[in-house]
């Protein structure tokens, strides 16, 4: 699995454009900064509390370390780390997590996009390509997802992909400096009859 994260995911259309999945680039420190930082609003209230200012945590310079945290957790097969693009444009991330193997074979999947893109199906296409290829290549039968109950856009999404919920973790994350409840949502490679993609293609959500 040293490469298997190196892949790079689709192109599939939707409404707002081409969206690919590819690997995290040493090169993306300077997009991924200004887009973090502008969408500081929109991602603070679901993601991890970490230390310092949201802006100090997102300075150009802390790339380097991070791209390297990840780079060498991805080459270890627990981590894969990547970028959403549309139209070949840095727009968001998708990471899939804590990837465990022998008996389990699961992991957790998360993604954010740029709020100047919200609601045109990138997020839905990014998430249908990544379980596919967790499902296909990864060999993996589980991916779970944690999203907090007021996150509606988010659980719309998983729904889309044909996530089901399994339950509520109570006070289960450190977000936003406070544990927050997160509904469970997860998906096993028995509950899609073909692939994810072709279940957003033919309920038109997305095309080749
Ligand atoms: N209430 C109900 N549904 C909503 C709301 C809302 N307030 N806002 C949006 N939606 C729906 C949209 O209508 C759309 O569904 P539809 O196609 O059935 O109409 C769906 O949510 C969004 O689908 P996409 O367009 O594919 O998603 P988008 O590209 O806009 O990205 C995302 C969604 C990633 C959740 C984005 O809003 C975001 O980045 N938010 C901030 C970060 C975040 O919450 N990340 C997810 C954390 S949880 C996790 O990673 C498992």
Not at 35 to 61: A, D, F, Y
Not at 108 to 135: E, K, M, P, Q, R
Not at 141 to 154: C, F, I, K
Request: charged fraction near 20%; aromatic fraction near 8%; hydrophobic fraction near 40%.
């Amino acid at each position: 699995h040293t490469r298997v994260w190196q892949s790079t995911l689709g192109p599939l259309r939707t409404s707002a454009g081409a969206v690919t999945v590819r690997p995290i680039r040493s090169r993306d420190g300077a997009i991924w900064s200004e887009l973090r930082t502008r969408n500081e609003k929109t991602l603070v209230p679901w993601e991890p509390t970490g230390i310092g200012s949201w802006v100090q945590r997102h300075h150009r310079s802390q790339w380097g370390p991070l791209y390297s945290a990840l780079k060498s957790e991805a080459r270890r097969g627990t981590v894969l780390p990547y970028v959403i693009e549309l139209d070949g444009q840095y727009v968001g991330q998708l990471t899939v997590g804590n990837i465990q193997r022998g008996a389990v074979r699961s992991a957790w999947i998360g993604y954010w996009i740029d709020s100047d893109h919200f609601g045109g199906g990138i997020a839905t296409a990014a998430v249908a390509l990544g379980v596919d290829h967790c499902f296909g290549r990864v060999g993996l039968h589980r991916l779970d997802a944690t999203v907090q109950p007021a996150n509606e856009a988010s659980q719309a999404v998983l729904k889309k992909v044909g996530f089901r919920t399994e339950g509520l973790l109570e006070r289960y994350m450190d977000v936003d400096s406070r544990w927050r409840d997160h509904l469970l949502f997860a998906l096993t490679v028995e509950d899609l009859p073909g692939t994810a993609v072709e279940a957003l293609v033919r309920s038109g959500r997305a095309s080749y």
